[in-house]
């Protein structure tokens, strides 16, 4: 009896275990979805900050490269062009960029930046039998374009060797701006012979050659610095009107002088915008040639001769297109030099443009105030003046130098 009582027992107390067993095993099934589920959307999750973290920094990358354009002068179209192939470059693949310059949303949409925003649609793994519709997924990012400096002078050629010469005994004094060449050559900067030079800053997109100390207000030259954006880039050459003017007249009105303009004795020009075909503008010996509100325009080969002889008073216009832009030529003929030289008691007010030519800088004057900029292919200077950069009251623009780029948005 006992025996069969103990039998009885081990086999009730199978029979709970194999039920509680089976429990188990239908729970353990049951469950098995929710938790490999939870583990799928946990991975899936980790995959998406992680994509998320990729496209910031795709976006960041775009804006930066978009800004670097910027800086080197090129129009918006390039400057999404650059910012498009950073994106693609860094994974972009089917995604979409949008590419704002200035920004249209945020702090810097008055400010010199590049706005980029990039999205993305994720597909779906674990998450999938939930739901079939992708994951979107957006980045925006801002690069900021900075001023560290005002230029007076900027050499504008990327590779010459002394784009920027300083040379004999010339003594220059630039107060209130920098020197700067874009040059990536190590001497883009030279100063040579006795030269002095005094300037707030030289700045460099290559190197600084100097025979002689030079003054300045930053602790020393900055090199290998980004390379500044023509100023006046942006600046429409002026049209040739008809008929062409009588250059043989002690007032001279402005329009088109079709075979150059030769100036003696004394002569005075009205204000406006005086183009100058088939020839040089030349100042003759002992001229005394004075005008307000003036922009001279050397279309194709034309340059500029002044004789160190004669007495120069010219000033730029301080409204209009021309705004503080005094001699302007033409940036479609590459070569050649115009000469600036006169009496000490010269004025040239305003900026001497030349973005594809040399200027020699002669003269023993500057302009009032000493507002003279000269922006230029290569610069040699051997005149002794003293530069200001304060002129907005006579209509002249900034020159932005030594700029950088931050993200910071």
Do not use: H
């Not at 949303?105 to 519709?133: C, D, H, M, Y």
């Not at 030079?197 to 300045?216: E, K, W």
């Not at 040739?240 to 075979?259: D, E, H, I, M, V």
């Not at 000493?370 to 005149?383: F, H, K, N, P, Y």
């Amino acid at each position: 009896m006992a025996f069969n009582r103990f039998t009885r027992i081990r086999l009730v107390a199978t029979d709970v275990i194999r039920s509680t067993q089976a429990n188990v095993a239908i729970i353990f099934a049951l469950s098995l979805p929710m938790v490999v589920g939870a583990a799928g959307f946990g991975v899936e999750t980790s995959y998406w900050y992680y994509n998320s973290l990729k496209l910031q920094a795709t976006a960041d990358a775009a804006a930066y490269a978009g800004a670097l354009e910027q800086i080197s002068g090129s129009d918006k179209p390039t400057i999404v062009a650059a910012a498009t192939q950073s994106a693609a470059t860094n994974g972009l693949g089917l995604g979409t960029i949008v590419v704002n310059t200035p920004p249209v949303s945020g702090p810097n949409t008055a400010k010199k930046a590049v706005e980029v925003i990039v999205a993305q649609n994720l597909n779906r793994i674990f998450t999938s039998i939930f739901t079939q519709g992708q994951v979107p997924e957006q980045a925006r990012a801002v690069a900021l374009i900075t001023n560290a400096s005002k230029a007076c002078m900027l050499a504008l050629d990327p590779s010459a060797s002394q784009a920027a010469l300083f040379s004999g005994n010339t003594t220059v004094k630039v107060t209130g701006c920098s020197v700067m060449a874009n040059s990536n050559a190590s001497d883009a900067i030279k100063l040579q012979g006795s030269a002095s030079l005094q300037a707030d800053c030289l700045i460099s997109g290559g190197g600084v050659s100097l025979s002689n100390p030079v003054t300045t207000v930053c602790a020393a030259p900055i090199t290998q610095a980004l390379p500044a954006a023509d100023p006046f880039g942006d600046l429409p050459a002026p049209a040739a009107s008809n008929p062409c003017q009588n250059a043989n007249k002690s007032t001279l009105k402005p329009g088109t002088y079709c075979s150059g303009l030769s100036l003696s004795g004394t002569v005075t020009l009205q204000p406006g915008v005086y183009v100058i075909q088939s020839g040089d503008f030349k100042v003759n010996a002992n001229a005394n040639v004075s005008g307000d509100g003036v922009t001279i325009y050397l279309a194709g080969g034309s340059r500029v001769s002044m004789n160190g002889n004669a007495t120069v008073s010219l000033s730029a216009p301080t409204s209009g297109t021309y705004s503080g832009v005094l001699m302007y030529g033409d940036r479609t003929s590459t070569g050649g030099q115009s000469t600036f030289n006169g009496t000490a008691d010269s004025l040239l007010t305003g900026a001497l443009y030349f973005p594809k030519q040399q200027v020699n800088y002669l003269g023993n004057f500057s302009g009032k105030n000493g507002c003279t900029q000269v922006v230029a292919d290569l610069i040699q200077w051997s005149g002794n003046s003293t530069i200001n950069q304060d002129c907005t009251s006579l209509g002249m623009r900034d020159i932005p130098a030594a700029q950088s780029v931050a993200l910071v948005e």
